[in-house]
């Protein structure tokens, strides 16, 4: 039995992490934070961290809070020993540094995950395999309007897979009028952010003559709790930090 502590648990993505936990057979729910819940309650909800953690030990901790809150959850976590896995968008590569370190310091697993949707991993992983051919690509992710960070998480995390596969833009670098997209390394990506959706990314490659487009769609947040599933299953797998859930799919 693995004893989990849902942190931001009021939000969408927690709210519905806390559902399946507690429908699992080998998965045990310890603690549920989140402000929202305004005070410590006997019911296992807690307002605060440092209360959850006052009275519990879990075995693996989600992180599923806010961008600005994440990288101090995290290293509270990491900090007591709790194999921690980060679902929360906003950590910058300075962050996942210091994380590292405290991860490294208590021995404690450390797994960032961009997105938790199988399909949207195997995306990356189709996407940065085309990459050693068609070195040409841009990105379009699409995401509900109140998503704060753009672009995604995972439309980075596909950016840094491809440039690391051998894609290449165009000469200039990042330097490009605004309606461009942002650069990230040599591919740029464009962001949109609209009702009615909830997470697409699809990647266009261009090479001569031809076009490839790898797409994916998340059309319910569940899409994304198999994925959440496999991270707490086989976290104790892994060892130090990881990035990416591509790394417990053979």
Do not use: C, W
């Not at 899409?223 to 130090?240: N, V």
């Not at 990035?243 to 053979?250: D, F, P, Q, T």
Request: aromatic content about 4%; proline content about 4%; cysteine-free.
């Amino acid at each position: 039995m693995i004893e989990v502590l849902v942190v931001g648990a009021a939000g969408r993505m927690g709210a519905l992490t806390v559902a399946t936990i507690a429908a699992q057979e080998d998965l045990r729910l310890v603690g549920q934070v989140d402000p929202a819940f305004g005070q410590d309650a006997s019911d296992g909800r807690y307002a605060s961290l440092a209360g959850a953690l006052a009275v519990t030990r879990p075995a693996v901790a989600v992180e599923f809070s806010t961008p600005a809150t994440v990288a101090a959850n995290a290293e509270v976590l990491l900090s007591a020993g709790i194999d921690t896995i980060v679902g929360a968008t906003g950590l910058d590569d300075a962050a996942v540094e210091a994380l590292s370190r405290t991860a490294a310091a208590t021995r404690a697993r450390l797994l960032i995950v961009p997105n938790f949707s199988l399909g949207a991993v195997l995306m990356m992983r189709f996407a940065a395999e085309a990459a050693r051919y068609l070195t040409r690509a841009e990105i379009i992710e699409i995401h509900e309007e109140s998503k704060l960070d753009a672009p995604s998480g995972t439309s980075l995390r596909t950016a840094r897979l491809m440039a690391d596969a051998g894609a290449q833009g165009r000469d200039g670098g990042d330097e490009s009028p605004p309606a461009r997209g942002l650069g990230a390394g040599p591919v740029r990506i464009h962001s949109l952010r609209l009702p009615g959706v909830v997470a697409h990314q699809e990647v266009v490659f261009g090479g001569v003559a031809e076009t490839l487009t790898i797409r994916h769609d998340s059309l319910a947040r569940e899409s994304f709790m198999a994925g959440t599933l496999l991270a707490i299953r086989h976290l104790s797998d892994l060892e130090g930090t990881v990035v990416g859930l591509e790394n417990l799919i053979r």
